[in-house]
């Protein structure tokens, strides 16, 4: 059974930074690529980032690019999105989610498994 399950939401001013954390379990965690999406109410769920599973290939949205830095702890499990220079309109429930293979992808029907999601709220 794998289980995602993500940290480090919250509220923030604008121009400030967060760190969500992805904990992962019940796979070889090293083996898949990761991805972070993000919905924000009565919007559909969007792609922000991806990192391949040896953590060298990565891939951004371009309404972050720049902004947001994804890596990966292959000893721990875990997936990192450090958010620089936020802006109200990230203001979104973010999601983990493991993939089918370890190579980056960008839409969502390229991933398996998906964490309970955590709250990013920017305030202007």
């Known amino acids: 059974q794998v289980q995602l399950v993500e940290s480090g939401g919250g509220l923030v001013q604008a121009g400030g930074s967060l760190r969500l954390s992805c904990a992962a379990s019940?796979?070889?965690?090293?083996?898949?690529?990761m991805g972070w999406f993000r919905q924000a109410p009565g919007k559909e769920r969007e792609f922000v980032a991806t990192?391949?599973?040896?953590?060298?290939?990565?891939r951004y949205a371009d309404s972050v690019k720049g902004r947001v830095t994804i890596s990966r702890d292959n000893a721990k499990n875990t997936v990192y999105l450090h958010m620089n220079s936020l802006k109200p309109e990230d203001t979104a429930a973010y999601y983990c989610?493991?993939?089918?293979?370890?190579?980056?992808?960008?839409?969502?029907?390229?991933?398996?498994?998906w964490g309970q999601g955590t709250q990013v709220t920017v305030s202007s």
């Open positions: 019940g796979r070889t965690f090293s083996n898949y690529a």
């Open positions: 989610a493991l993939s089918d293979g370890p190579y980056v992808r960008s839409s969502k029907e390229g991933y398996k498994y």
């Open positions: 990192i391949s599973a040896s953590g060298i290939s990565t």
